[in-house]
């Protein structure tokens, strides 16, 4: 399991970062000491998410997060009504997936189930 994950988003903007990844299950929690003056944190069971305060955030061309969303449909569906352009993806592993973008331009995918052992 992958511990954290650091992605880079504007101080101002972290709130609507932050209420992206709470419709994917992430709930915000405290940095330790004086790492909260340089970032946010979010996470769901023992995944972090960590937003870096950057003044120009850089967002990966390619490289993506890749969350397993238990409840694929009704996430999809939270994610539309918020106003988030959700792309289907190729079935991979005999599940679907998706890809949506974060408020700070972060691609993530949404996968329905994990890859095989």
Partial sequence: MIQHVSL??????VDVELAF??????????PPGTLAE????????GTQI???FADDPVVPPQGHVAVVAEQYAATLERLGR???AVQPGDEQWGAPRSFVRSPAGHRV????????A
């Fill in 50 to 52: 960590h937003l870096l």
């Fill in 82 to 84: 918020a106003g988030f």
């Fill in 8 to 13: 880079e988003t504007r101080r101002d903007e």
């Fill in 109 to 116: 995918e949404l996968m329905a189930q994990p890859p095989p």
């Fill in 38 to 45: 340089v970032a946010a944190w979010t996470q769901r069971a």
């Fill in 21 to 30: 990844w709470a419709l994917l299950g992430f709930e915000p929690v405290d």
